[in-house]
């Protein structure tokens, strides 16, 4: 007798979104490396359009597949880590690259025809703060820069089954993206959207849908890692309850011990809890948590030893 498994729906739809979303501006890119222009088509609008794909895709968390009914719990953590895991990609792949390039792209004049440095120009075209000296717009983005390597040791963290270790510092990671992010996308109302070119689609499209979502969804992932570690907790707390014959074990030893940070989970639900003194644990720990400071004092020393003699800054 034969089984047949049911369609996965939702994690089918995810996945071209995402693929969407990264395919389309790679493809744009190429072909205007190949020499394809705006006369030859808005290869920038196509590109945004594509990339769009890609930031609501978190929303299908929220989708059931045929005959499946998840509870809001369900949903709402796997928007939240569908949501960190892209914005991931998106510091490493476009922020983490403009902290790099910044002289060149605040100072160059860069334009259409630096190809290379096209995906800062086909976002930068419409909001203009990302190809000149804005304090606003450099100050945001060198914080997203710096945190983008600890974004991508969480995610290993959480591919490696440190579930609880890696929601806490997701969590405290999209609290410092909401407040820049809100203050840099809030600030151009104010401002009568002086810097906002490339007429209706530069507005509504590239500031706007593109934007609106580092406003919101900041908040609601920071609520699903709040509702994850509560019942992890919970959960865990049920069982050394039960484990010492309804007693309760002793509590307030040491930070690591009691949040659980070198819990692992594996796939099937299966947790391991290794010693919480465990050295090379707190190495890592460590070595992540100074990544953005190190991170920030060395691109400090580049730009005022290397770059800052010679560009107009106070002129």
Not at 156 to 170: F, H, P, S, T, V
Not at 268 to 284: C, F, H, L, M, S
């Amino acid at each position: 007798m034969s089984t047949t498994t049911a369609f996965d729906r939702r994690g089918f739809l995810i996945k071209l979104f995402f693929g969407v979303g990264l395919g389309i501006p790679a493809l744009c890119w190429v072909s205007v490396l190949l020499g394809a222009t705006r006369e030859t088509y808005p290869h920038d609008y196509v590109a945004v359009s594509g990339v769009l794909f890609s930031v609501y895709a978190p929303l299908l968390a929220f989708l059931n597949n045929k005959g499946e009914r998840r509870t809001m719990y369900q949903k709402l953590v796997q928007f939240a880590w569908l949501w960190f895991f892209a914005n991931t990609g998106y510091q490493v792949m476009w922020e983490l690259p403009w902290v790099i390039l910044k002289p060149t792209l605040m100072y160059g004049g860069v334009t259409e025809t630096a190809k290379w440095l096209w995906p800062w120009w086909a976002y930068g075209v419409a909001d203009t703060r990302y190809l000149m000296h804005h304090d606003l717009s450099l100050s945001i983005s060198v914080m997203d820069g710096s945190i983008a390597l600890l974004e991508v040791f969480t995610c290993y963290l959480y591919l490696k089954g440190y579930r609880i270790k890696a929601a806490w510092l997701a969590m405290i990671l999209c609290a410092c993206l909401s407040w820049g992010q809100f203050y840099f996308y809030v600030g151009e109302f104010y401002n009568g959207f002086a810097n906002i070119e490339d007429g209706w689609f530069g507005l509504w499209m590239k500031y706007g849908l593109l934007n609106i979502p580092w406003c919101v969804y900041p908040f609601a992932t920071t609520l699903g890692f709040i509702w994850f570690l509560a019942v992890s907790y919970k959960k865990k707390g049920v069982e050394e309850y039960l484990a010492n014959n309804q007693q309760l074990p002793e509590f307030e030893q040491s930070f690591i011990g009691e949040s659980n940070m070198c819990m692992t989970v594996d796939n099937d639900g299966n947790e391991t809890v290794p010693p919480a003194n465990d050295a090379a644990i707190r190495k890592w720990m460590a070595i992540m948590l100074a990544t953005p400071f190190i991170f920030l004092i060395v691109d400090l020393i580049i730009w005022w030893t290397v770059h800052a003699p010679g560009l107009p800054i106070g002129e």
